[in-house]
């Protein structure tokens, strides 16, 4: 599916019912599921529900009960990989089904290759339609069995594909799957198994043998080349080595050299095997022109035009781009093999000339099957900044770019004390189409870094995180930022740094950036504002007013959290510092202060006299004072032309435009909403009808005791709203379209 394609319907309910899975079903007496009511599947969209619960990790006991219900819910393939499963729910559920495919690679839990294949073999109809079977990833015997299989492989008569990769598959498993009587496709990379004789007991029909990683075998050279020689049907032969090493009893030169053998292998992979000249790789496909695939990675080979990988012939290797894009495709879930491919395409990402999407896609696939290694993890990092930076992430699609970002806060989730990776994925993100465009969970990665910042002293580490957390607070709603905000060790995360930047008496990025995060942190947000007084935010603020006096854009990051807090009546009396209205009061006056300084001293004041809230407690004067030139102070400011402030509602403001409030405070409240709703009518007009303000409007311009500069600006207004107004939609919400984001 195109990443930019919607979900199809049937990805939609399928997900829709693993979600609601527990409200649609009863439970039965031995805690499994049934649903209420189940129509007639089709046999396609049972299998595909199956799927969808596993891979949405809500398949369980309980759950798998619905499977049980036969006659509605007919399995044909089956898919459990990664599920948490009891041997009992497994059988109970899966086995009574006509199963002809089984994937139960590595379920969680106590259930053993010896437990399933128990199951299926106690079962008529799986015993003779089963054709593929996959249990990687599992032990083969549990405690009370040891000794022995409770169920032959050859009792599988139908049995095609057999998959045991990374199992603790023995000499004594191997000589038992040998003896079925269909059996063509066979994985046992990474199993415990010393010898491959057993394998010449099904060389009349083996065509598919993947054996990577087999650092237990004990064969000699010619013993095994002997064997392989021997399996003529062969199609696909995997012999690659995970540990690569150098081959020094040139097993694969050997095998290559030796003549007139696997004259129909379709493809062949000796990846990890280093040593092996182009000349031999070269000649052995020439011979075979039915050849489609051969793996070269840390071989030395590949460099020839034969093996370049650009035509019919597909090479996963290290010379080019296109081998490495093939070696990310084949290799995605072998550690070593992606680490060493990352590494080589590290330096290919450096100077790409346009989006390379797929490459991305390759990317991401080999960081999600290896979130727990460090080393993919970090050279994965470092190749996605590559592939994202500056103007290349425009040409991706949003879909992808977003599953890499998931991607990368779960490896700083991960890692959280590795500065390079930490850096790496900061960097990444430091991008403004990442964090204003593309989709993911914004709140979560602003608490994660916040979490993370506190194991970091490094600076480019701490500027970056906080300038990314700074911008990720502006987009979140009301609620999530709420959230925040109740986090009480973001506040003291936050204001450390500042304090940190303040004690040094600098002006960088890094203050400016943590001063706006805590300004979005605190809006419309009383917790957050609590935690500011309570982390003394208000003492360390005084000071950085004292500081930064010159400091324009520093006063209004500063003034613009104060006015948050002033904005909470309970806070209000927090803020009756004689020393601090005074200061900021010199801010409202200051002739040379810029308006957008001025507005938020103003709003300050503002909400300080306004009859609602706590009594002044301060010299009567001063407050005679502050309403004089609260008054006069904004008669004389001009519009700045760029954007100063944007609302996601009015109401603040109404209490200030009450008829008993004096007029500065009146004044202050209405050349706010004069601003915004001249430079966005649109959104503004229709939010201040919505909330019901232009009715407040019309009482302050109608009232006898309304100044008449407060009529005047009143009237302004009403003319904005009669030339501009567009009725809102009646299903219209405004909570995202008019969020509160301070610039």
Not at 75 to 96: G, K, M, N
Not at 424 to 441: A, E, G, K, R, Y
């Amino acid at each position: 599916m195109d990443e930019e394609s919607p979900s199809s319907l049937t990805d939609i309910s399928l997900a829709w019912v693993c979600h609601n899975v527990e409200v649609l079903c009863v439970a039965l007496k031995d805690g499994s599921l049934q649903f209420h009511h189940c129509p007639l599947f089709p046999q396609e969209l049972a299998d595909q529900l199956l799927h969808k619960m596993a891979d949405e990790g809500v398949l369980n006991d309980r759950t798998i009960g619905i499977f049980q219900n036969q006659e509605h819910l007919r399995l044909r393939r089956a898919y459990v990989q990664s599920s948490h499963l009891s041997t009992e729910a497994f059988r109970l559920a899966l086995c009574p089904h006509k199963l002809q495919e089984l994937n139960a690679s590595h379920i969680h839990g106590d259930i053993t290759i010896s437990d399933i294949l128990h199951s299926v073999t106690s079962s008529k109809v799986c015993r003779q339609g089963l054709q593929t079977l996959l249990m990687n990833g599992l032990h083969l015997y549990g405690e009370a069995d040891e000794e022995s299989l409770q169920a032959s492989f050859s009792m599988l008569r139908g049995l095609k594909k057999l998959s045991l990769a990374w199992t603790n598959l023995d000499d004594k498993g191997l000589e038992d799957i040998c003896a079925m009587p269909m059996l063509e496709n066979l994985d046992i990379s990474g199993t415990n198994i010393t010898d491959l004789i057993p394998l010449l007991n099904c060389e009349s029909r083996l065509r598919s043998l993947t054996a990577h990683g087999l650092q237990k075998l004990e064969m000699p050279t010619s013993s095994l080349i002997l064997v392989l020689s021997k399996l003529q049907l062969l199609r696909h032969l995997d012999i690659s080595n995970d540990k690569l090493v150098i081959d020094g009893d040139n097993l694969v030169q050997q095998l290559l050299e030796r003549p007139g053998i696997l004259l129909h292998l379709v493809s062949l992979d000796v990846s990890g095997w280093r040593g092996v000249s182009d000349a031999t790789i070269q000649a052995f496909v020439e011979v075979r022109p039915g050849m489609r695939f051969i793996g070269l990675l840390a071989t030395g080979a590949g460099g020839s035009k034969l093996l370049c990988g650009d035509g019919n012939l597909k090479v996963a290797g290290e010379s080019s781009l296109t081998q490495l894009c093939e070696a990310l495709r084949r290799y995605s879930d072998r550690e070593s093999f992606i680490l060493e491919v990352l590494t080589h395409l590290y330096s290919h990402t450096n100077d790409m000339e346009g989006p390379q999407t797929n490459i991305l896609k390759l990317v991401l696939a080999g960081m999600q099957h290896h979130t727990d290694s460090l080393h993919v993890q970090l050279v994965a990092t470092a190749c996605v900044f590559n592939l994202t930076v500056q103007e290349l992430v425009l040409g991706m699609p949003l879909h992808l770019v977003g599953n890499v970002v998931q991607q990368l806060l779960t490896a700083m989730k991960n890692f959280p004390n590795h500065v390079q990776l930490q850096k790496n994925c900061l960097l990444t993100l430091c991008s403004d189409h990442i964090l204003q465009v593309v989709p993911f969970d914004r709140y979560e990665a602003a608490k994660l870094i916040m979490m993370l910042l506190g194991n970091h002293e490094d600076q480019t580490v701490q500027r970056m995180a906080v300038a990314v957390v700074s911008i990720l607070v502006s987009k979140l709603s009301t609620e999530e930022i709420s959230e925040l905000g109740a986090e009480a060790f973001i506040m003291k995360q936050l204001l450390s740094i500042v304090q940190q930047k303040a004690s040094l008496g600098v002006v960088d990025s890094t203050l400016k950036f943590a001063l706006s995060a805590l300004w979005n942190l605190t809006d419309e947000t009383p917790t957050a504002c609590r935690h500011f007084i309570q982390c003394q935010g208000l003492e360390l603020y005084m000071e950085l007013l004292e500081t930064y006096y010159s400091e324009f854009s520093i006063q209004q990051k500063i003034l613009g959290l104060l006015n948050n807090v002033a904005e909470v009546e309970e806070l209000r009396m927090e803020l009756m510092s004689e020393d601090l209205v005074e200061h900021i009061l010199s801010l409202l006056i200051n002739p040379v202060v810029e308006v957008d300084v001025s507005y938020f001293a103003g709003g300050i004041l503002a909400h300080l006299i306004s009859v609602r809230g706590p009594v002044w407690g301060l010299d009567a004067e001063l407050h005679c004072t502050v309403k004089e030139k609260l008054h006069s102070s904004i008669l004389s400011w001009s519009s700045p032309e760029h954007a100063m402030v944007s609302y996601r509602t009015f109401q603040p403001f109404y209490p200030l435009l009450h008829v008993s409030q004096c007029s500065g405070v009146q004044l202050w409240a209405l050349w706010a909403i004069q601003f915004v709703c001249s430079q966005n009518a649109p959104q503004y007009c229709t939010m201040l009808q919505t909330e019901g303000g232009t009715d407040l409007l019309r009482v302050l311009s109608t009232h006898p005791d309304t100044h008449s500069d407060v009529k005047c600006l009143v009237e302004n207004i009403l003319k904005i709203l009669e030339q501009n107004f567009y009725p809102a939609s009646p299903v219209e919400d405004f909570s995202d379209a008019t969020k509160k984001q301070w610039i």
